[in-house]
Protein backbone atom coordinates (compact mmCIF):
# COMPACT_ATOMS: atom_id res chain seq x y z
CA UNK A 1 0.00 0.00 0.00
CA UNK A 2 1.12 3.52 -0.47
CA UNK A 3 0.32 6.51 1.09
CA UNK A 4 -1.00 9.92 -1.30
CA UNK A 5 2.66 11.55 -0.66
CA UNK A 6 4.32 8.11 -2.37
CA UNK A 7 5.86 6.52 0.04
CA UNK A 8 5.02 3.19 1.29
CA UNK A 9 3.22 1.75 3.83
CA UNK A 10 2.60 -1.89 5.61
CA UNK A 11 4.55 -5.39 4.72
CA UNK A 12 8.46 -5.66 3.96
CA UNK A 13 7.19 -7.58 1.25
CA UNK A 14 5.96 -4.59 -1.05
CA UNK A 15 7.19 -5.10 -4.62
CA UNK A 16 9.17 -2.93 -6.27
CA UNK A 17 8.70 -2.29 -10.07
CA UNK A 18 10.66 -0.28 -12.82
CA UNK A 19 10.29 3.32 -12.91
CA UNK A 20 9.98 5.42 -16.36
CA UNK A 21 11.64 9.06 -16.52
CA UNK A 22 8.88 11.21 -16.07
CA UNK A 23 8.98 15.06 -18.44
CA UNK A 24 10.89 17.37 -16.43
CA UNK A 25 8.43 20.11 -18.48
CA UNK A 26 6.39 19.66 -15.27
CA UNK A 27 7.51 22.83 -13.27
CA UNK A 28 6.79 24.71 -16.47
CA UNK A 29 2.87 25.24 -14.81
CA UNK A 30 4.73 27.50 -12.07
CA UNK A 31 4.68 31.67 -12.80
CA UNK A 32 7.81 32.26 -15.08
CA UNK A 33 10.67 34.28 -14.04
CA UNK A 34 11.07 37.28 -16.68
CA UNK A 35 13.51 36.84 -19.17
CA UNK A 36 15.73 39.59 -17.88
CA UNK A 37 16.04 38.72 -14.41
CA UNK A 38 17.63 35.17 -15.78
CA UNK A 39 18.63 36.04 -19.27
CA UNK A 40 21.77 34.85 -21.28
CA UNK A 41 24.99 36.62 -19.51
CA UNK A 42 28.83 36.39 -20.79
CA UNK A 43 30.55 33.84 -19.30
CA UNK A 44 32.85 36.94 -17.65
CA UNK A 45 29.77 38.84 -16.33
CA UNK A 46 30.24 39.89 -12.35
CA UNK A 47 29.02 37.12 -9.78
CA UNK A 48 25.77 38.75 -7.69
CA UNK A 49 23.92 39.76 -10.76
CA UNK A 50 21.39 36.47 -10.62
CA UNK A 51 18.18 36.83 -8.18
CA UNK A 52 18.41 35.47 -4.94
CA UNK A 53 16.52 31.98 -4.47
CA UNK A 54 13.65 31.71 -2.24
CA UNK A 55 10.74 29.35 -1.99
CA UNK A 56 9.41 28.37 -5.49
CA UNK A 57 12.63 29.58 -6.90
CA UNK A 58 13.26 26.19 -8.86
CA UNK A 59 9.79 26.37 -10.58
CA UNK A 60 10.42 29.79 -11.54
CA UNK A 61 14.04 28.93 -12.83
CA UNK A 62 13.37 26.30 -14.78
CA UNK A 63 10.26 28.33 -16.10
CA UNK A 64 12.89 30.08 -17.84
CA UNK A 65 13.13 28.72 -21.47
CA UNK A 66 16.12 26.96 -22.28
CA UNK A 67 17.89 29.32 -24.87
CA UNK A 68 17.63 32.30 -22.09
CA UNK A 69 19.37 30.29 -19.45
CA UNK A 70 22.90 31.54 -19.06
CA UNK A 71 25.50 31.83 -16.66
CA UNK A 72 23.60 33.79 -14.26
CA UNK A 73 20.82 31.52 -14.71
CA UNK A 74 23.44 28.72 -13.65
CA UNK A 75 24.73 30.85 -10.85
CA UNK A 76 21.14 31.39 -9.36
CA UNK A 77 20.13 27.77 -9.71
CA UNK A 78 23.71 26.24 -8.13
CA UNK A 79 22.90 28.66 -4.91
CA UNK A 80 19.38 26.84 -4.65
CA UNK A 81 21.28 23.34 -5.10
CA UNK A 82 23.56 24.55 -2.20
CA UNK A 83 20.53 25.42 -0.05
CA UNK A 84 19.12 22.17 -0.84
CA UNK A 85 22.09 19.46 -0.06
CA UNK A 86 22.79 21.50 3.22
CA UNK A 87 19.63 21.58 4.37
CA UNK A 88 19.27 17.81 4.51
CA UNK A 89 22.01 17.44 7.21
CA UNK A 90 20.47 18.43 10.24
CA UNK A 91 17.70 16.00 10.10
CA UNK A 92 19.85 13.36 9.20
CA UNK A 93 22.37 14.07 12.28
CA UNK A 94 19.57 14.71 14.22
CA UNK A 95 18.32 10.77 13.52
CA UNK A 96 21.73 9.32 13.86
CA UNK A 97 22.83 10.79 16.92
CA UNK A 98 19.71 9.81 18.32
CA UNK A 99 20.81 5.81 18.05
CA UNK A 100 22.44 4.87 20.99
CA UNK A 101 24.23 1.73 19.21
CA UNK A 102 25.93 3.77 16.16
CA UNK A 103 27.41 0.18 14.92
CA UNK A 104 23.70 -1.17 14.58
CA UNK A 105 22.51 -1.70 10.19
CA UNK A 106 20.57 1.17 10.92
CA UNK A 107 23.31 3.62 12.17
CA UNK A 108 25.47 2.52 9.28
CA UNK A 109 23.31 3.42 6.58
CA UNK A 110 22.20 7.03 8.16
CA UNK A 111 25.80 7.89 8.54
CA UNK A 112 27.06 6.91 5.13
CA UNK A 113 24.18 8.96 3.47
CA UNK A 114 25.69 12.18 5.66
CA UNK A 115 28.50 11.29 4.41
CA UNK A 116 27.15 11.51 0.99
CA UNK A 117 24.90 14.69 1.85
CA UNK A 118 28.66 16.69 2.91
CA UNK A 119 29.97 15.07 -0.68
CA UNK A 120 27.04 16.55 -2.91
CA UNK A 121 26.81 20.09 -1.02
CA UNK A 122 31.29 20.39 -1.82
CA UNK A 123 30.24 19.20 -5.39
CA UNK A 124 27.75 21.99 -6.25
CA UNK A 125 29.68 24.55 -4.23
CA UNK A 126 32.77 23.72 -6.18
CA UNK A 127 30.36 23.97 -9.36
CA UNK A 128 29.20 27.17 -8.44
CA UNK A 129 32.94 28.70 -7.47
CA UNK A 130 34.03 27.73 -10.92
CA UNK A 131 31.49 29.80 -12.37
CA UNK A 132 32.77 32.61 -9.99
CA UNK A 133 30.24 32.61 -7.57
CA UNK A 134 30.15 32.51 -4.27
CA UNK A 135 27.95 30.05 -1.98
CA UNK A 136 25.96 32.32 0.33
CA UNK A 137 25.98 29.39 3.34
CA UNK A 138 25.11 31.26 6.30
CA UNK A 139 23.17 33.87 4.28
CA UNK A 140 20.86 31.08 3.77
CA UNK A 141 20.92 28.52 6.78
CA UNK A 142 17.86 26.67 6.87
CA UNK A 143 15.29 27.09 9.03
CA UNK A 144 13.55 24.21 10.82
CA UNK A 145 10.73 22.83 10.45
CA UNK A 146 9.91 23.94 7.01
CA UNK A 147 9.62 23.41 3.39
CA UNK A 148 12.87 22.58 1.13
CA UNK A 149 14.42 25.44 -0.29
CA UNK A 150 13.50 26.46 -3.75
CA UNK A 151 10.62 24.34 -3.24
CA UNK A 152 11.19 21.18 -4.52
CA UNK A 153 9.15 18.10 -3.36
CA UNK A 154 6.40 21.10 -2.64
CA UNK A 155 3.80 20.61 0.55
CA UNK A 156 7.05 18.72 2.31
CA UNK A 157 8.22 19.74 5.77
CA UNK A 158 11.46 19.01 7.15
CA UNK A 159 11.88 18.91 10.34
CA UNK A 160 14.01 18.05 13.10
CA UNK A 161 13.46 15.00 15.85
CA UNK A 162 15.50 11.55 16.87
CA UNK A 163 15.01 8.63 14.53
CA UNK A 164 11.49 7.30 13.88
CA UNK A 165 9.71 5.58 11.59
CA UNK A 166 7.80 8.91 11.01
CA UNK A 167 10.58 10.75 10.03
CA UNK A 168 12.12 8.13 7.77
CA UNK A 169 9.04 8.36 5.94
CA UNK A 170 7.51 11.90 6.21
CA UNK A 171 11.43 13.75 6.19
CA UNK A 172 14.41 11.32 4.93
CA UNK A 173 12.59 9.11 2.52
CA UNK A 174 10.18 12.40 0.99
CA UNK A 175 13.25 14.41 0.72
CA UNK A 176 15.11 11.91 -1.54
CA UNK A 177 12.12 10.55 -3.17
CA UNK A 178 12.61 9.80 -7.58
CA UNK A 179 10.49 11.09 -9.63
CA UNK A 180 9.07 8.00 -9.82
CA UNK A 181 10.22 5.47 -7.31
CA UNK A 182 10.60 1.60 -7.96
CA UNK A 183 8.64 1.00 -4.85
CA UNK A 184 5.23 1.25 -4.84
CA UNK A 185 4.36 5.10 -4.72
CA UNK A 186 3.13 7.97 -6.47
CA UNK A 187 5.02 9.78 -9.17
CA UNK A 188 6.93 12.90 -7.65
CA UNK A 189 7.26 15.34 -10.28
CA UNK A 190 8.66 18.19 -8.32
CA UNK A 191 11.80 15.81 -7.34
CA UNK A 192 15.34 17.06 -6.51
CA UNK A 193 16.52 15.08 -9.55
CA UNK A 194 14.37 16.70 -11.54
CA UNK A 195 15.70 19.57 -10.45
CA UNK A 196 19.34 18.15 -11.48
CA UNK A 197 18.17 17.47 -14.59
CA UNK A 198 17.58 20.83 -15.80
CA UNK A 199 21.15 21.87 -14.53
CA UNK A 200 22.72 19.54 -16.63
CA UNK A 201 20.70 20.83 -19.58
CA UNK A 202 21.53 24.54 -19.08
CA UNK A 203 25.03 23.67 -18.73
CA UNK A 204 25.69 21.26 -21.82
CA UNK A 205 23.61 24.68 -23.30
CA UNK A 206 25.75 26.96 -22.16
CA UNK A 207 29.13 25.20 -22.08
CA UNK A 208 31.11 27.59 -19.43
CA UNK A 209 34.60 27.98 -18.79
CA UNK A 210 35.32 26.62 -15.35
CA UNK A 211 37.84 28.14 -12.93
CA UNK A 212 39.86 25.85 -10.27
CA UNK A 213 40.76 28.70 -8.53
CA UNK A 214 38.09 28.87 -5.46
CA UNK A 215 37.05 25.09 -5.70
CA UNK A 216 38.45 22.30 -3.18
CA UNK A 217 39.89 18.98 -3.26
CA UNK A 218 39.29 17.02 -0.34
CA UNK A 219 38.45 13.64 0.55
CA UNK A 220 35.06 13.13 2.54
CA UNK A 221 33.68 9.75 3.45
CA UNK A 222 34.23 7.10 0.64
CA UNK A 223 33.95 10.11 -1.90
CA UNK A 224 36.99 12.31 -3.23
CA UNK A 225 35.75 16.04 -3.85
CA UNK A 226 38.05 17.42 -6.56
CA UNK A 227 38.24 20.33 -8.94
CA UNK A 228 35.45 20.13 -11.52
CA UNK A 229 37.24 21.63 -14.73
CA UNK A 230 35.15 20.19 -18.24
CA UNK A 231 31.78 19.43 -19.10
CA UNK A 232 31.88 15.68 -18.68
CA UNK A 233 33.10 16.40 -15.32
CA UNK A 234 29.77 18.45 -14.57
CA UNK A 235 27.96 15.60 -16.00
CA UNK A 236 29.78 13.29 -14.18
CA UNK A 237 29.21 15.05 -10.88
CA UNK A 238 25.49 15.83 -11.31
CA UNK A 239 24.72 11.94 -12.09
CA UNK A 240 26.61 11.03 -8.87
CA UNK A 241 24.44 13.39 -6.61
CA UNK A 242 21.53 11.99 -8.51
CA UNK A 243 22.31 7.99 -8.77
CA UNK A 244 23.24 8.13 -5.11
CA UNK A 245 19.90 9.91 -3.70
CA UNK A 246 17.78 8.61 -5.99
CA UNK A 247 19.25 5.67 -7.45
CA UNK A 248 19.32 4.93 -11.17
CA UNK A 249 16.15 4.23 -13.52
CA UNK A 250 16.58 0.21 -14.03
CA UNK A 251 18.16 -0.40 -10.37
CA UNK A 252 17.94 0.63 -6.46
CA UNK A 253 21.69 0.80 -6.32
CA UNK A 254 23.82 4.12 -6.40
CA UNK A 255 24.74 3.18 -9.93
CA UNK A 256 28.35 3.18 -8.71
CA UNK A 257 29.66 -0.55 -8.09
CA UNK A 258 30.54 -0.16 -4.37
CA UNK A 259 27.20 -2.34 -3.31
CA UNK A 260 25.48 0.55 -1.96
CA UNK A 261 21.54 1.71 -2.10
CA UNK A 262 20.40 5.10 -3.39
CA UNK A 263 19.72 7.22 -0.21
CA UNK A 264 15.45 7.04 -0.80
CA UNK A 265 15.80 3.27 -0.70
CA UNK A 266 18.60 2.68 2.10
CA UNK A 267 16.30 4.99 4.07
CA UNK A 268 13.19 2.52 3.14
CA UNK A 269 15.13 -0.59 3.94
CA UNK A 270 14.91 0.57 7.74
CA UNK A 271 11.78 1.90 7.43
CA UNK A 272 10.50 -1.31 6.28
CA UNK A 273 12.92 -3.71 8.74
CA UNK A 274 14.63 -5.44 5.78
CA UNK A 275 17.36 -5.30 3.13
CA UNK A 276 16.13 -4.88 -0.65
CA UNK A 277 16.63 -8.59 -2.60
CA UNK A 278 16.09 -8.68 -6.22
CA UNK A 279 14.08 -12.24 -7.22
CA UNK A 280 12.46 -12.84 -10.71
CA UNK A 281 12.72 -9.10 -12.42
CA UNK A 282 11.66 -7.50 -9.02
CA UNK A 283 13.15 -5.80 -6.20
CA UNK A 284 11.35 -6.76 -2.59
CA UNK A 285 11.84 -5.68 0.90
CA UNK A 286 12.49 -9.45 1.77
CA UNK A 287 16.30 -9.32 2.61
CA UNK A 288 17.38 -10.19 5.94
CA UNK A 289 16.52 -8.46 8.85
CA UNK A 290 17.35 -4.56 9.89
CA UNK A 291 16.28 -4.04 13.52
CA UNK A 292 14.82 -0.70 14.54
CA UNK A 293 17.50 0.55 16.54
CA UNK A 294 17.07 1.79 20.25
CA UNK A 295 16.97 5.74 19.85
CA UNK A 296 17.20 8.51 22.30
CA UNK A 297 13.58 10.05 22.10
CA UNK A 298 14.30 13.40 20.69
CA UNK A 299 11.07 15.72 20.32
CA UNK A 300 9.76 17.36 17.16
CA UNK A 301 11.55 21.00 17.89
CA UNK A 302 8.85 23.43 17.58
CA UNK A 303 8.49 26.26 15.34
CA UNK A 304 10.85 29.21 17.05
CA UNK A 305 12.69 26.58 18.57
CA UNK A 306 12.53 25.48 22.23
CA UNK A 307 10.03 27.66 24.48
CA UNK A 308 11.83 28.19 27.76
CA UNK A 309 13.62 25.63 27.89
CA UNK A 310 15.59 24.79 31.69
CA UNK A 311 19.13 26.44 32.11
CA UNK A 312 21.18 23.22 31.45
CA UNK A 313 19.27 22.59 28.38
CA UNK A 314 19.48 26.70 27.50
CA UNK A 315 23.40 26.39 28.12
CA UNK A 316 23.81 23.32 25.64
CA UNK A 317 21.86 24.67 23.00
CA UNK A 318 23.31 28.32 23.10
CA UNK A 319 26.77 25.49 22.97
CA UNK A 320 25.68 24.26 19.67
CA UNK A 321 24.02 27.63 18.30
CA UNK A 322 27.53 29.18 18.65
CA UNK A 323 29.41 26.06 17.21
CA UNK A 324 26.99 25.76 14.19
CA UNK A 325 27.21 29.38 13.48
CA UNK A 326 31.59 29.00 13.46
CA UNK A 327 31.09 26.03 10.77
CA UNK A 328 28.71 28.02 8.38
CA UNK A 329 31.33 30.91 8.87
CA UNK A 330 34.30 28.27 8.16
CA UNK A 331 32.03 26.85 5.24
CA UNK A 332 31.55 30.80 3.96
CA UNK A 333 35.48 31.42 3.54
CA UNK A 334 36.37 27.89 2.78
CA UNK A 335 35.05 28.45 -0.73
CA UNK A 336 34.92 32.74 -0.75
CA UNK A 337 38.84 32.25 -0.65
CA UNK A 338 39.60 28.86 -2.14
CA UNK A 339 40.82 28.07 1.53
CA UNK A 340 41.04 23.98 2.26
CA UNK A 341 42.13 24.79 5.78
CA UNK A 342 38.62 26.57 6.17
CA UNK A 343 36.87 23.46 5.30
CA UNK A 344 38.79 21.36 7.52
CA UNK A 345 38.22 23.83 10.27
CA UNK A 346 34.63 23.41 9.25
CA UNK A 347 34.13 19.34 9.72
CA UNK A 348 36.25 19.90 12.84
CA UNK A 349 33.46 21.90 14.06
CA UNK A 350 30.87 20.05 12.93
CA UNK A 351 31.88 16.88 15.04
CA UNK A 352 31.85 18.73 18.38
CA UNK A 353 28.20 19.46 18.08
CA UNK A 354 27.55 15.64 18.32
CA UNK A 355 28.13 16.68 22.25
CA UNK A 356 25.80 19.03 23.47
CA UNK A 357 23.52 17.37 20.67
CA UNK A 358 23.73 13.70 22.79
CA UNK A 359 23.48 15.73 25.93
CA UNK A 360 20.27 17.38 25.13
CA UNK A 361 18.67 14.47 23.97
CA UNK A 362 19.59 13.10 27.53
CA UNK A 363 17.36 15.73 28.81
CA UNK A 364 13.53 14.74 29.68
CA UNK A 365 11.22 17.72 28.78
CA UNK A 366 8.82 18.25 31.66
CA UNK A 367 5.96 16.26 31.47
CA UNK A 368 6.83 13.82 28.65
CA UNK A 369 8.24 11.03 27.37
CA UNK A 370 10.54 13.15 25.22
CA UNK A 371 13.60 14.91 25.24
CA UNK A 372 15.14 18.29 23.76
CA UNK A 373 17.59 18.16 21.06
CA UNK A 374 19.91 20.70 18.99
CA UNK A 375 18.10 23.56 16.93
CA UNK A 376 19.99 24.37 14.48
CA UNK A 377 19.87 28.13 14.88
CA UNK A 378 22.39 30.51 13.94
CA UNK A 379 23.89 33.28 16.01
Same mark, same amino acid.
Given at each position: ????????????????????????? /??? /????????????????????? &????????????????????????????????????????????????????????????????????? &??????????????????????????????????????????????????????????????????????????????????? /?????????????????????????????????????????????????????????????? &? &?????????????????????????????????????? /?????????????????????????????????????????????????????????????????????????????
Amino acid at each position: MAKANGFPEGAAGVPVRRRSLLASA /AFA /AATPVSAAACARSPQGSAPGQ &YPPPRHGAVARLVAVPEGNRGVDWLRSALQVAVEIEFSTIPPYLCGWWSVRNRTCDAARLIRRIISDEM &YHFGIVCNLLAGLGGRPRIRESAPVYPGPLPGGVHPGLNVYLSGLTRELLRDVMMAIEAPAAPLTDGAPEPHSIGHFYDELQK /AFRVVAPDLSVDRQLHERIGEDTLSPIKTLEDVERSIEIIKDQGEGTSASPTDGLDDGHMAH &Y &YAFAEIYHGRQLREAAGTWQFTGPSIPFPDTRPMSMVP /AGGWDRPPAAAQRLLEDFDSTYTTVLEALDTAWEEGDPDSLMTAVRRMRRLEAPAVDLMEMPIAGTEETYGPQFRPR
